[in-house]
């Protein structure tokens, strides 16, 4: 074998051994590598060890390279960002950032103390990220949207339809002419000396699809019926002669809550679930003024003492005072801290109020301070009162299932002799009333009756089958010694005698 590759004896064998071809191969020391980090690069978090004596910058012959420290977590959700989305995060995103916190001294106000509940604002940016909005700023963002939008869509929604033969007689009255064939005389401001329970059915109005919230009588003349119902729609109908439906008010959207007449009923007031009170004309039906509110009403009623002013009771624990020239809030009563149920006013130019908080609230009006606080622990909501027609006493409903009564003057207590019972609630607003005598008190039921008490005994006289659904509203006649209407969860309006 030989010693030297390509070399051989003669004593090898002839056959020639190929020879190995070496070629040279360019080595790029220094490429071109761009040191511009991409936006697809991966985001890493860098942890600093500190002066600990390792190098975390390392020189090469191309650059550098550094030494990165980042938990699993980051690295497993950029990894799969990268995967999926092709970028492992978008530098463009901007966070919501919290506001300041404010000063701690200053309660009201620009700066003032919002510690850990400050809000988030966001800064301009591509892509906003979702931040929940308070109940305020919902209501706020919501009023914001309709002014922008649907108030010049709501300046012609208002609608008016008379359903009778003739708007005007041969006389030219209209059906505010109170009527004088009737048998009563309807313009005696006398109450019956004497009144009995009613006996038997005497109409059916037809009322409102799936149910009737209030029914209201003509002022003073009772001759004329006000309802409105979960059908956004208001109707009007006549009590005596043919007892027909006159007219219709539309233009709400969502079901009517409650509806109140002036002192000398020309115009009335509605409330409804999409946050608008309006003033009606009662003989044109034209809507004379609309009223935005920030929260749903509950109650709304005419201030007795001044047709220009009007008190409405809202969700939100607020009671607001308006002044129908100005379309303004000149008071707003806020010491209760639930659900405004109803308003009572007194003969003594003061107020009643109740509330899902269990407590009733006396106040003078203009004054957001109550005079009298009604509150024990063992009373319920209620959601109906009625003041006695002599004016001494006020009667609750109670969601126990009994009938409260309170004093109307002085130190307003509660009267425990007196309590009324039988009847069953179960979570409806059952509405009460008194004969104009004051010697009964009559109620609705969730069963679908009406129950008579003697006021003076406190026992119960009559219970009568009215429908197979609630009764919620229950109204007596004042110038009828035994006519009562009846309306509750069908929608229909019943009137007995």
Not at 10 to 20: N, Y
Not at 55 to 81: A, L, M
Not at 130 to 143: G, M, R, T, W, Y
Not at 428 to 453: C, E, H, M, R
């Amino acid at each position: 074998m030989p010693l030297i590759n390509g070399y051989s004896s003669s004593e090898d064998e002839p056959e020639e051994i190929p020879k190995q071809v070496f070629k040279a191969q360019r080595v790029d020391a220094a490429p071109q590598v761009s040191a511009k980090p991409t936006s697809t690069a991966l985001t890493i978090t860098t942890i600093d060890h500190g002066d600990n004596g390792n190098k975390q910058i390392q020189k090469t012959i191309s650059g550098h390279f550094e030494r990165e420290t980042f938990d699993d977590t980051t690295f497993e959700i950029q990894h799969r960002n990268f995967e999926n989305l092709g970028y492992a995060k978008n530098k463009k995103r901007i966070k919501s950032k919290r506001a300041k916190k404010g000063k701690s001294d200053v309660v009201d106000g620009e700066h003032s103390y919002a510690g850990p509940w400050a809000k988030y604002h966001d800064s301009s940016s591509d892509e906003e990220q979702d931040v929940p909005k308070s109940a305020s700023e919902e209501s706020e963002a919501e009023n914001e949207q309709f002014s922008e939008t649907g108030e010049e869509d709501e300046e012609e929604s208002e609608t008016t339809e008379y359903f009778g033969e003739s708007e005007i007689d041969y006389q030219g009255r209209s059906y505010m002419h109170i009527p004088t064939d009737v048998g009563v005389n309807l313009k005696n401001d006398a109450i019956p000396e004497e009144c009995f329970v009613p006996k038997r059915q005497i109409h059916v109005w037809k009322g409102h699809v799936n149910g009737t919230n209030k029914i209201l009588f003509f002022p003073n003349s009772n001759h004329l019926l006000l309802s409105c119902g979960n059908d956004s729609k208001i109707y009007l109908w006549s009590v005596y002669h043919k007892r027909e439906l006159l007219r219709g008010f539309y233009g709400h959207t969502k079901p009517i809550k409650d509806i109140s007449f002036n002192s000398d009923g020309t115009k009335f007031l509605s409330a409804s679930y999409d946050h608008w009170v309006k003033l009606w004309e009662t003989e044109s039906g034209k809507c004379l003024a609309k009223f935005r509110l920030k929260s749903v009403a509950n109650v709304v009623k005419f201030n007795p003492f001044n047709d220009d002013e009007f008190i409405v009771g809202l969700m939100n624990s607020k009671i607001d005072h308006y002044s129908i020239k100005t379309n303004q809030v000149i008071q707003s009563y806020d010491h209760h801290l639930g659900s405004i149920n109803s308003i009572t006013f007194l003969e003594t130019k003061r107020f009643i109020s109740t509330s899902e908080d269990k407590t009733a609230r006396v106040w003078d009006l203009q004054i957001n301070i109550p005079v009298k606080l009604i509150s024990d622990p063992s009373l319920h909501s209620m959601p109906v009162t009625r003041v006695h027609p002599h004016n001494k006493y006020f009667a609750a409903q109670s969601m126990d299932n009994t009938i409260m009564v309170f004093s109307a003057r002085d130190r307003y207590k509660t009267n425990k002799k007196k309590s009324f019972i039988g009847h069953n609630c179960a979570g409806y607003g059952i509405g009460i009333d008194f004969s104009p005598d004051g010697k009964n008190l009559v109620s609705g039921d969730s069963n679908g009756n009406a129950l008579f008490w003697d006021w003076k005994t406190t026992k119960m006289i009559k219970k009568l089958k009215i429908d197979e659904k609630a009764i919620t509203q229950v109204l007596w006649n004042t110038k009828e010694v035994s006519k009562v209407a009846f309306s509750g969860s069908s929608g229909k309006i019943y009137y007995y005698e």
